[in-house]
T-cell receptor, first 116, second 114 residues
Framework: GESVGLHLPTLSVQEGDNSIINCAYSNSASDYFIWYKQESGKGPQFIIDIRSNMDKRQGQRVTVLLNKTVKHLSLQIAATQPGDSAVYFCAESGNAGGTSYGKLTFGQGTILTVHP | DSGVTQTPKHLITATGQRVTLRCSPRSGDLSVYWYQQSLDQGLQFLIQYYNGEERAKGNILERFSAQQFPDLHSELNLSSLELGDSALYFC?????????????FGPGTRLTVT
């Protein structure tokens, strides 16, 4: 079935560096993508989203890039801070037979560790 | 705080038992989603309700069922529990019924089956 996968399971950076977390998706009908951050013992926290009619969206210190040609999604975090240490998940929802579904398909997650 | 509440926070029970997990969505949200997070399967979609009606179903076992009540809170019922049902169960809510709406997650219920 459709799946969303991550290239790298772990990422370690120094405080102040920029971080890039990558994600590949397989469902070409996906039209909505979200990045979530999950800290230990907590539920996933919404970071930023992007729709398939866009290729870039910026938030506060975060940027999401979407490349539909190669079905690739990335999350860039500027000036990474120790508080950014968490597991990051990409997720997608898409269409099936012309019907848009809200259920999210999640990637496996990337562990981001920020060293002071 | 996402505005989504879940109770209980922790639940320990024995195999063969039945439990009920409760979720209250954010104010104004009509959709409720249930997800299971386990170490080997990651985050998996179980079921969605929108305004009281079942909207979408994922890989939810027949031993599991859910409903959404008129006040929009939802309950997930897990029966004939097995050791493999031990996991974190998350509820999420969104405004709309379909894709393209932000989903906000609750803090989860950690279920341990012994």
């Amino acid at each position: 079935g459709e799946s969303v996968g991550l290239h790298l399971p772990t990422l370690s950076v120094q405080e102040g560096d920029n971080s890039i977390i990558n994600c590949a998706y397989s469902n070409s009908a996906s039209d909505y993508f979200i990045w979530y951050k999950q800290e230990s013992g907590k539920g996933p926290q919404f970071i930023i989203d992007i729709r398939s009619n866009m290729d870039k969206r910026q938030g506060q210190r975060v940027t999401v890039l979407l490349n539909k040609t190669v079905k690739h999604l990335s999350l860039q975090i500027a000036a990474t801070q120790p508080g950014d240490s968490a597991v990051y998940f990409c997720a997608e929802s898409g269409n099936a037979g012309g019907t848009s579904y809200g259920k999210l398909t999640f990637g496996q997650g990337t562990i981001l560790t920020v060293h002071p | 705080d996402s505005g989504v509440t879940q109770t209980p926070k922790h639940l320990i029970t024995a195999t063969g038992q039945r439990v009920t997990l409760r979720c209250s969505p954010r104010s104004g949200d009509l959709s409720v989603y249930w997800y299971q997070q386990s170490l080997d399967q990651g985050l998996q979609f179980l079921i969605q309700y929108y305004n009281g009606e079942e909207r979408a179903k994922g890989n939810i076992l027949e031993r599991f069922s859910a409903q959404q009540f008129p006040d929009l809170h939802s309950e997930l019922n897990l029966s004939s529990l097995e050791l493999g049902d031990s996991a974190l169960y998350f509820c999420a809510s969104s405004v709309g019924p379909s894709g393209g709406y932000e989903q906000y997650f609750g803090p989860g219920t950690r279920l341990t089956v012994t």
